[in-house]
């Protein structure tokens, strides 16, 4: 991976941690590189498309940003689990939110830099999202972004041993709840999103296997393996254990709920 003088400093300021490691740019991560471009364009597009196909210009201007924030939210939680599965979470250091040539770093195919870039991107459009159509809804989402973008600052503090796990596996169900807000939003104008994630079971299950993925990434700390266990022996080991368990208790609880489905 190709990074500035100063990101590097800013790694070797977080030396204390033995286990941090950095990134390595891959073919297979150029390649991820290269999908997550193509989807930021099929957000755009899908935006367009969804506006142009509304009656009236602010109608169709507001759903065509709900169209792209889905996208958008879409391509940031695949960036984030990108970030953490190539080992690029410390690779601007725990500076937050920008570094100085953070855009020449995404250039460059930092996932990190991408990641940030586009969670200012989310939230430059939940703003105008606001200003054009405020609703409980959208005001809603934009107070999710701000919440989820200062954990996000401490997802690096985790990874740096610094934060205990709840933080980022809280980050992770944050951004998940970004994603919902915006699509049922979209699919579903004028619903109250709170009143509707009361009601959905299959999501309850869905939000806690998410969350328990961001503890066990937490729990791991950043480049330390949780190791091989028949029994859980540590805090690690309990946590991926439970995370096994959730993801039971999703598909458990889609088979239980598929009959009232067509």
Known sequence: MSTSLGAKSSIVSDSALPHAIEGEMTPVV????????????????????????????LNGLVNGLKASEVGFAIVLILLGSIV???GYGLSLGTKWP????????????????????????????????????????????LILIVVTALFGM????????????????????????????YLTGLAYPGLNFWTYLGAMGA???LLLAVFLGGMTTGQRGFGTAIGAF?????????????????????VATLGYMMPAYP
């Not at 200003?131 to 809603?140: E, K, R, W």
């Not at 028949?230 to 999703?250: C, E, R, Y």
């Open 230 to 250: 028949v029994q859980p022996k540590k805090a690690s080991q309990w946590t991926i254990a439970a995370h096994i368990t959730a993801g039971l208790l999703l």
């Open 98 to 141: 920008y570094t100085r040539n953070i855009v020449v770093l995404m250039v460059r195919g930092d996932p990190e830099a991408a990641h940030r870039v586009v969670a200012t991107l989310v939230g430059l459009v939940a703003l105008a999202l606001v200003i054009l159509a405020p609703t409980v809804t959208t005001i809603s989402g």
């Open 30 to 57: 150029r390649w991820i590189g290269r999908i997550i471009t193509a989807g930021l364009l099929l957000a755009v597009a899908a935006g367009l498309w969804q506006g142009f196909s509304s009656h009236g210009l």
């Open 203 to 205: 999501l309850h299950a």
């Open 154 to 181: 401490g997802t690096l503090y985790v990874l740096a041993g610094r934060a205990p796990a709840f933080v980022h596996g809280t980050h992770g169900l944050l951004a998940y709840g970004v994603f919902l807000i």
């Open 84 to 86: 953490e599965g190539f």
